[in-house]
């Protein structure tokens, strides 16, 4: 197995992104932007930012290699969103958080905001990495006291399983680790979701299973808009929308993951329809259109 790959499923995602070149001056600088959906407010909060370097990416040829790494490596980027309505204050997902090595600025982002932790009535769980329910966590205990959780009954059992846990080296099992911990801090507020259940009134989900066993993707309709919450569907614009069948070394699936990706880029360009992506340039919302060879991203 690659070596980032372990790393970053061991839950030392951390030092992963210290391999691959983290800018931790921009990481100082607080970054929003925020959208009109219909009745709905979507903020898009900057939680940090990276590079990837070649060894990041399956299928990569030498000649991609020398025409798209032209600095040796290309940007990365991790994105939380905020979704105020009337009576519901949002977060897809959470980035980092603080109580691991590598730090996010969601708290600090909401307090610019006005929005203080215990107003988040919701956390939409894509996937289970470090870099998404990372922020879940403060000095141990719920950051989000009055937050339920919601996440896929495939993607909690498998990292909830103590026989997944205990099957891996020892090495590799802080990820797991980190979802358990997450997951007890907010007895009673988790809620899993299955095929055919109702998540909430404008929101609802799809399995998009092959980053992670249980990886989902949200969608918030309002009137006669919508936004697609992609999750980690893509880690790169310059290297996977024009060549999608690329994968990164982070897929629990790499063939799963590429079939979403090509299949969520067909659909999304053809309809036009905004997309809000994790790992996608700043703010992470924007089109996907359709090119001669691949995709582009049309940031808005």
Partial sequence: MHILKILFMSGLFTLALG???VDTAKAAEG???????????????ADAEGVFSPSTFIGLTPEMEKKLFTNGSVPSQVNVFLLKGQDRCILVDTGYGLDYQR?????????????????????????????HIGGLLTN?????????????????????????????????????????DAMAAYPGMVQLLSEGDKLMDDITFTAA?????????FTLKSGDKA????????????????????????????????????SFMEKFSKDNAPIAAHHLPFPGVG??????????????
């Fill in 140 to 180: 141990g205990k719920a950051a989000f006291p009055n937050a339920k959780i919601w996440v896929h009954k495939v993607e909690y059992n498998y990292w909830l399983s103590k026989d997944n846990a205990n099957s891996v080296p020892e090495g590799r099992r802080g990820l797991f680790k980190m979802a358990a």
């Fill in 103 to 131: 730090k996010g600025r969601l708290l600090s982002s909401l307090a610019e905001l006005g929005v203080n932790p215990g107003r988040i009535t919701d956390i939409l769980i894509t996937h289970m990495h470090g870099d």
């Fill in 287 to 300: 089109n996907i259109i359709k090119e001669k060879q691949g995709y582009s991203f049309k940031t808005w």
């Fill in 31 to 45: 970054k929003t932007a925020s959208f009109e959906v219909g009745a709905w407010k979507v903020t898009a909060i």
């Fill in 209 to 217: 299973f092959g980053h992670t066993p249980g990886h989902t993707a």
């Fill in 227 to 262: 936004m697609y919450f992609v999750g980690d569907f893509a880690h790169s614009t310059v290297v996977q929308f024009p060549n999608p069948q690329v994968a990164v070394v982070f897929d629990s699936d790499p063939a799963k993951a590429t079939a979403v990706r090509i």
């Fill in 19 to 21: 391999m691959l070149g």
